[in-house]
């Protein structure tokens, strides 16, 4: 009776998540974007949260390394970066369009993988008065 119960809440289970899920497959020669950052919290690439970029660039698949995992051409100037990636950080890209701005040149990576940055320009200025 309770390993019934069980392997009917188990099943269940498995139907919620089944129905979210979705397969993906790239094919040797495709452009996609990887995750920067695939666990909530952690920063690789710049500011926390919502300001940090999702994706980064715009590489290609070199090479199929398992079911779920893929060889990217990344550039000579991302050195501390592994170039293997699951699937689950990867996003198909289509067309010319890019995603993110952040590109692996602009950034001079110290050999802790770390980078300063600076301001591009001061987009908006806003003077408030006080009411004292």
Not at 16 to 35: C, H, M, P, Q, T
Request: with cysteine; proline share 6%; net charge positive.
């Amino acid at each position: 009776m309770i390993q019934e119960t069980m392997k009917v809440a188990q099943n269940r289970q498995k139907s919620y998540a089944d129905n979210r899920r979705k397969s993906l497959e790239f094919a040797v020669g495709d452009w996609i974007y990887f995750k920067v950052s695939p666990m909530k919290g952690v920063v690789h690439f710049g500011k926390k949260e919502k300001l940090s970029p999702r994706y980064v660039g715009r590489y290609e698949i070199i090479e199929r390394v398992g079911p779920v995992a893929y060889r990217l051409d990344l550039p000579m100037e991302m050195p501390g970066i592994h170039n293997v990636f699951h699937v689950s950080t990867m996003k198909m890209c289509f067309g010319e369009r890019r995603l993110v701005v952040l590109e692996p040149d602009e950034i001079q990576l110290q050999p802790n993988l770390s980078y300063t940055e600076w301001p591009v320009q001061i987009v908006d200025r806003k003077e408030q008065e006080l009411r004292n």
